[in-house]
């Protein structure tokens, strides 16, 4: 089983061994979930088990990790957990411990790496009064603590000269820039544009470039290039990211309650994940689980999270394709997305600064267009063009999970910044 | 999707005050301080939140979600005869009917090629059959090819015929399950939200989810007419209820379990307490017609086909295989009308009911299969066995049929199903194991009625299914079903809070205020604690040489005791609840002019509160003994 040349051996105590590893690694979810109930005033401890209950139980994570295979579940416990340990001072210090082996577990964490590097500089190595006082103690604690883990984690291979082979595996900048399922960001949005300018373009006088037409990505991986759009290079996609995280870092410095830096965590993953390169339609929970946790912080929150709930697990059907995964999928996240989109609606406090209603109207519209969507997609095109066009219906999918996604970003973004 | 994007407060309609918790049910179990209310089992846990004003459109659509992702979750794993050539299994049994049924003409439906899985089913499973077939052709004709489809074994075949049997548990089983929940809370003033814990108990019953999902069988439709007709009867529309009886008679043969004790009731219903004629000669007629409708489209078509010429011509078929048209043959013209009408007929009641076959078919636990692992039965010619077995299937369905038909009262009608299909479960002729589903069920659906889901009721309840899911497991282990098997039934123990899970029910504060006699709790626990025995012992020991079979025949020793408790126990609960013995002991008690102690008893007996008593294995004997006497 664990032979190396034995690729694509399958036997059934394998997978039986290899679920199930996936399933105990859980409990790492669990037990981060138990402590984050157990932290809370007394005030919110509905909300805080709703919205812990509502974790466990992410269809994401069932489709993710327990059809896909991945260790999300056991990841996710980790940044929970230290997202928890970062919320009492006593604790701090394991909290920015705890990010850094995560780091070393999986590098996609890089991305929420400038929200903790911020709140850990202004609380913990900075003095709560004056943030020209440094605390030395702290800082030193903390650098030690990190230099071991990363020793520990590339110290092997560093030593085995090999860590270059090790970074070039890490950071894969020759990939193109939407992964094979356009995830639901900004770039499948461009894309689609580009797409639609393709019929168009003849008719109002814009140049096609020829040589991209035949090498459009059409589901497969590989460089994507426009058509009509101009490209996008990956030092581009850098520098926007980075934008809109400094945006978010700047409020983070000044204010570093627990909350901002929740709220920051998520605005990371949102601008890695909206205008990151090559970015996965796995990792929407980089904003999804986040966001969960400050969810019911108020309705104005609530609102920003309905068309992410929708939007990112319905970016996720894709990645299970057979005739039988489907109502498992699909029914569950339905299930999911009644029963907890009613118990928020139920246990989110009124906000104390007015909302725009108009948009929870367009936040509805938009939640019901997903049925027809998902019933086009997994059943009606098949049915209307066979095997033809199979792009079709992974482009929608992508782009209305796109609509949604920067809809609650946008949303949140907003709330975020007048709170 | 039923989302509400509602700012600030939720529209609030005024409903009826559900109380929280009826003591009847001992739903919460109150702390000493009487101001905290905590759930009794984990079910009533997962239910907490909406036990206030949450709607039944919220709750039903959910509910209905969930129990339909474990039964697909369930159809992921193998099914019975899963590559095992030439024969296959169930699930190539019910494909090879869809082949033959859009294949043939109706005439030789009862007559093809019988030695590879003939049909041997009524003819509604055989429309059934047709339809999923047509259908299913339209999406692959391959899958359904005569003849060369056989043994076919496919992916997407698999995901289409796990889905035909959701779809039509959909729109039978479950319908009727709900339906009859709400009738029974009615009945009995359950609260909205006691009835659907209830309802989720019984749709996540492992037996047959395993069973139908898992083993592949269309089970659920059968026991959905047969929920269908009871909630008929529960609204006084015996007419209906007959309908739905025939159809689910027609459907699966097995509904036959339930049909003495259904004809008593209905019985009872047009004699007392006065005689109803009218309502006799209506039941009587549209069961004719029920049955006259559902053979129709056969004889009919036999007709046509003889009419036609492609009728099966008589020397083809062997007339020894089908002996009741062998005894009518003589007395009849071959050119005659009645002569393709009688061999339809005469046919399918044979190929239904097959005598020809021993008294027992692998191991079940029933009386016959635990009597001849101590005494060789089939040294016995077979019609002396067949008469034996009727005659102690008579006897232990009598008391049943003969307090429904005395007191027809609708609370009792669970209680005389039950028993009368106990009865037929372990006496009677050609049984198999997954039968033990027929006595179930309205064992089950008991949970919904009045204080089902209190501890007793519960306790007893718990344990037949346990047990029941238990015996099926030398089956289910064939089909490489081991890990939903485990999965739904400890599933089941931890919702309903019984053991191996929790021994709440048995050991505690709530188990001492309960009532439980001793006797009972030390008959359960026993049970258990020998149930997981057997499960190490047959995990982990090497069967012992020249026994192949010796932990299947302990299960089915077990299983037997533990189903004559179940049927002792329904039985004695039917007598207590008729008021037969309070009429026994007020008679007794006017004679001897002493009234106080029996009075009392007599109000507790009544009093819906605590209705139930316990009635340990030994009691019930002797109250049955009574009975006969």
Redesign the interface.
């Known amino acids: 089983m664990l032979k190396i040349e034995n690729l694509g051996y399958d036997s059934w105590q394998t997978i039986c061994f290899q679920r199930s590893t996936v399933i105990v690694a859980d409990l790492a979810l669990a037990y981060a979930l138990y402590r984050y109930v157990q932290t809370p005033p007394a005030s919110s401890q509905k909300a805080t088990h709703a919205v812990a209950t509502s974790i466990l139980l992410s269809p994401a994570l069932l489709i993710i990790d327990h059809i896909h295979f991945q260790y999300n579940g056991f990841l996710y416990g980790i940044l929970v957990l230290s997202l928890v340990c970062a919320r009492k001072q006593s604790t701090i210090l394991v909290g920015g411990l705890l990010f850094a082996i995560l780091l070393c577990l999986k590098h996609i964490y890089l991305y929420l790496a400038p929200a903790y590097f911020v709140y850990l500089l202004r609380a913990c190595c900075l003095s709560q009064k004056s943030i020209f006082r440094i605390r030395f103690g702290n800082s030193v604690k903390l650098g030690l603590g990190i230099l071991a883990v990363f020793g520990a984690a590339f110290g092997p291979f560093w030593y085995w000269d090999q860590i270059d082979q090790v970074l070039s595996q890490l950071f894969p900048f020759s990939r193109g820039l939407c992964h094979a399922y356009w995830a639901p960001n900004v770039w499948a949005m461009y894309s689609f544009t580009d797409r639609v300018l393709l019929f168009v373009a003849p008719k109002i006088g814009l140049g096609v470039d020829q040589s991209a037409l035949n090498s459009v990505t059409r589901g497969l991986v590989g460089d994507s290039s426009f058509a009509v759009l101009p490209n996008v290079s990956p030092k581009t996609t850098f520098a926007i990211t980075l934008l809109f995280q400094t945006l978010c870092l700047m409020k983070l410095f000044f204010q570093p309650t627990w909350e901002i830096f929740v709220g920051t965590v998520t605005l990371c993953g949102y601008a890695s994940f909206l205008f990151g390169w090559h970015v996965h339609e796995k990792a929407i929970l980089l904003v999804l689980i986040p966001f969960s946790l400050l969810a019911l912080k108020d309705?104005r929150f609530l609102?920003a999270f309905?068309p992410l709930a929708v939007a990112g697990h319905v970016s996720l059907f894709p990645l299970l394709f057979?005739?039988?995964e489907f109502?498992?999928k699909t029914?569950?996240t339905?299930?999911w997305?009644?029963?907890f989109?009613?118990?928020f609606?139920?246990l989110a406090p009124?906000s104390s600064q007015p909302?725009v209603?108009v948009l929870?109207?367009f936040?509805?519209l938009y939640?019901?267009v997903?049925?027809p969507l998902i019933i086009y997609c997994s059943l009606l095109h098949e049915l209307v063009f066979g095997k033809k066009y199979e792009f079709i219906p992974l482009m929608f999918t992508s782009s209305y999970s796109a609509v949604g996604v920067v809809g609650s970003w946008i949303g949140f973004s907003v709330v975020y910044f007048t709170s | 999707m039923a989302v509400s994007s509602t700012p600030h407060k939720l529209r609030k309609k005024k409903k009826e005050a559900s109380q929280p918790a009826t003591s009847s049910n001992e739903m919460a179990s109150s702390d000493s301080k009487a101001i905290v209310q905590s759930p009794a089992f984990p079910l009533v846990a997962f239910f907490w939140p909406a036990r206030k004003n949450t709607s039944q459109w919220v709750i039903l659509p959910l509910v209905l979600m969930v129990v339909g992702l474990f039964r697909w979750c369930t159809g992921l794993w193998g099914y019975s005869g899963f590559q095992t050539p030439p024969m296959h299994g169930d699930y190539e049994a019910q494909r090879h009917w869809m082949e033959v049924t859009t294949h043939l003409p109706i005439s030789q439906w009862y007559f093809y090629d019988l030695e590879y899985w003939g049909l041997d089913y009524p003819p509604l499973t055989a429309y059934h059959s047709w339809l999923l077939g047509k259908i299913g052709s339209m999406v692959n004709p391959s899958w359904f090819a005569l003849d060369s489809s056989r043994g076919i074994e496919q992916q997407l075949l698999k995901v289409y015929m796990r889905a035909t049997v959701i779809v039509s548990e959909y729109l039978t089983y479950i319908p009727a399950a709900i339906i009859l929940s709400r009738r029974l809370a009615q009945l009995r003033g359950v609260s909205k939200w006691e009835s659907s814990i209830a309802l989720v108990a019984i749709l996540m019953q492992p037996a047959t989810i395993l069973i139908d999902h898992g083993h592949f069988q269309y089970n659920t439709i059968m026991l959905g007419f047969v929920l269908a007709s009871m909630s008929c009867m529960l609204s006084d529309h015996p007419i209906w209820a007959c309908t739905f009886f025939v159809a689910a008679l027609c459907y699966k043969q097995m509904a036959l379990y339930f049909a003495p004790a259904i004809f008593a009731y209905l019985l009872g219903v047009c004699l007392l307490p006065r005689l109803h004629i009218g309502r006799f000669i209506g039941i009587a007629s549209i069961t004719l017609l029920s049955f006259a409708l559902i053979f129709a489209p056969q004889l009919l078509g036999s007709l046509y086909d003889t009419h036609r010429g492609t009728s099966q011509p008589l020397s083809t078929i062997d007339r020894h295989v089908n002996p009741l048209f062998a005894l009518v043959l003589p007395y009849i013209d071959p050119q005659s009308l009645f002569y393709p009408l009688l061999l339809q007929l005469t046919q399918t009641i044979h190929r239904v009911f097959p005598f020809v076959r021993g008294l027992f078919e692998g191991k079940v636990a029933n009386m016959w299969c635990a009597i001849h692992t101590i005494h060789k039965l089939h040294t016995y010619p077979i019609p002396l066995l067949q008469r034996v077995s009727l005659f102690a299937t008579l006897m232990s369905i009598l008391p049943a049929c003969m307090i429904i038909s005395l007191f027809p009262q609708k609370e009792l009608l669970p209680w005389a199903l039950a028993s009368s299909a106990w009865g037929f479960f372990l006496c009677s002729f050609q049984v198999h194991e997954k039968s033990d589903l027929l006595p179930l069920l309205p064992l089950t659906i008991l949970l919904a009625g009045d204080g089902g889901l209190g501890v007793e009721m519960r306790a007893w309840i718990g344990w037949a299914n346990m047990l029941g899911v238990w015996t099926l497991f030398p089956l289910l282990k064939r089909d490489e079903l081991r890990v939903p098997y485990y999965v739904l039934s400890l599933l089941w123990a931890y919702l309903m809070g019984l053991p191996p899970t929790s021994l709440d029910l048995y050991i505690g504060k709530q188990a001492s205020k309960s009532g439980m006699r001793l006797s009972t709790k030390a008959l359960h626990l026993t049970f258990y604690a020998v149930m997981a025995a057997w499960h190490l012992l047959e995990a982990f020991v090497e069967m012992p040489k020249g026994k192949p079979d010796l932990w299947v025949v302990l299960n089915v020793l077990i299983g037997v005791a533990g189903f004559s408790i179940c049927y002792l126990w329904c039985t004695w609960q039917l007598i207590l609840r008729s008021g037969v013995m309070e009429e026994w002991f007020g008679f007794r008690a006017q004679m001897q002019a002493k009234g106080t102690e029996q009075k009392e008893e007599k109000k507790a007996l009544l009093s819906p509160g605590n209705g139930t008593r316990a009635t340990p294995p030994r009691e019930a004997k002797s109250g049955k003994r009574q009975k006969k006497s």
Do not use: E, N, Q, W
């Open positions: 309705r609102s309905r057979t005739a039988a109502p498992v029914l569950y339905i299930f997305l009644i029963l989109l009613l118990v609606d139920r009124v909302r209603f929870d109207r936040s509805l939640i019901t997903s049925i």
